[in-house]
Every structure is written in structure tokens, then in C-alpha cells.
């Protein structure tokens, strides 16, 4: 049993207080490997802001869940080394899919867990949400749950209203869970291609296709059920184009990409939407910057000439994402 506080890492409640009375989102980014890590963590001590690292199944599987742990801990010391006494890092997992992944990571140190138990019948959700619920609560460690349907990884099908959640449903699943926080779905989706084209109108100015926009009746009605509790948005990269047409003009085949326009995440951000996940943005910038270095010197084949680079680029977006759009910079 690893104490995640004796390492230096915090659970989410007292950053998901001060985000949700301060009117700004903690950014959730997902990490697999070291250029990302040191991208992140580059970024949020630079803006003074506080940062989750999350960790998904397919990171797990990946790189190692040991090697990600340890890979959490040396952020917190590279953290303070890079002039950041006290660091306010998150070790997340991302869609817990059972309550022994969960433990398992409750078990290694992380400070916080998702349980995504959203694809299941109501009442499924709410009985393992709650197991999970108990058992981190044990060690201080903090639990997102989520209600409705994304779009993406989460469902094939593409989102209809039916899918998002259900204000409704919103105090009795809270209260029963015991959850600290609720991920909901209103219309923002996994991976980088987040909508078909027939979804999409044509901006006539740029030619470019534009998403239709999130359910913000929905947040909203959310908001008066459960004033002040932390809401997540999954899925919500805006795949900036220009990393798009880097890629594509650089071998690349990236076809409709499209994501969530940044004024959008913006506007929840200052809401009760506290934390928001961006995932494929990462994902696009270094693909971009590799694709496009490797363009211009063909001969290099030392991976450090086009991943520091393409570290460069990342950190460049999370500052931009933290700055810009979430607004959680100096709040350290
Ligand atoms: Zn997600």
C-alpha cells in the first residue's frame, strides 16, 4: 500500500473547491511516456498552475502501470526542482472499468480514480460506483463517476440527446455514490474525429466543418440540481487545425478531423466544470511536430532530434490549453 500524500501528490477537493468558487478548470492531461510527462509538468509550474495527470487503460497497457507510478513521483521531485516548492499534482486513473482496477491503483498511489461504470444499467452504476467510492475513501483518495453516454471510445454510436445526462438522475446518483465528483456528457466526445460531417455545418468562411455546440441547458440544469459540485468534461480536445494541415502536408492523412471549439470550453470552464480532459490534442501536436521535423531532416534518426521538438510543441498547446481556455494558471 503506497501513501500517495508521503509521495507529494494530492487528491482533487480542495482543487476542485478552489476551481469551482474561483471560476476556472484544472486541466486533465493524459500522459504515456516521458516528453509528455516533462511537457506537462514544464507547463504547469511555468503558469503556477495546479495539473492531474491522468493515466488511461491504454497507458497502462502501454507503458507499465509501476513505470507510471514512479513516472508521477519523479514529476512531484521534477516538479520542485524546476522551481515549484509546492506542486499540486494528481495521479488520476482514467475510466476505471472495474473495482479492481481501481484498487489496484488506490493500491500503487494514485490519488484519484475514475469510475466509468456509464455504460452499465443505472442501478449497476450506482452499486460498483459506491464499492469504489468506499474503498478510496478509506485512503483520501478522490472518485469521479460518470452519468451519460460519450460518444467516441465510450459508445460507437454517435452521441444523440438520448445520450446525455440526464439532470434528473444527477442528486439521486451523487448522494447514493458518494462520488466526489461527476463526469457528464454533453456532447463533447473521444479521439479526434468527434463528429460525422452530416453532424457538422460549413463554416463559409474558412471551408472548415464546425461541431454543432454543447448541451449547455444541460450542464446548466445539472448546475441547479447540485450547486456546486465538481462537474468533468471527457473528450475535449479541439484538434486545432493547424496540427491537422502540419500533418497532413507532411505525409499525414487525417480526414474531418474536428473537435471542440476552444470559446465553448471557455465558457464551462467558468462554470461548475472543474476539470476537463485533453487527451488527442496532445497526440496531435506531436505527431505534427515529428512529422514535420523528419520532413525537413531526413537523415536524422537520433529520436532525441525529433521528440524534443515535438516536446516543445506540447508544452506550447498546455500552456496555451491552461492559460487561454481553462484559465488555472497562477493559482499556485
Ligand atoms: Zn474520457
Redesign the pocket.
Known sequence: MVDYKKIGLVNTREMFRKAVSGGYAIPAFNFNNMEQMQAIIQAAVETKSPVILQVSKGARDYANPTLLRYMAEGAVEYAKELGCPNPQIVLHL??GDSFETCKSCIDMGFSSVMYDGSALPYEENIRISRQVVEYAHKYDVTVECELGV?AGV?DEVASEVSHYTKPEEVIDFATRTGCDSL?ISIGTS?GAYKFKPEQCTVDPATGRLLPPPLAFDVLEAVEQKLPGFPIVL??SSSVPQDEVDTINANGGALKAAVGIPEEQLRKAAKSAVCKI?IDSDSRLAMTAAIRKHLAEHPDHFDPRQYLKPARESMKRMYIHKIVNVLGSNDKL
Open positions: 482514467d475510466h460519450l465510450e463526469a473521444h471527457h473528450g480532459n
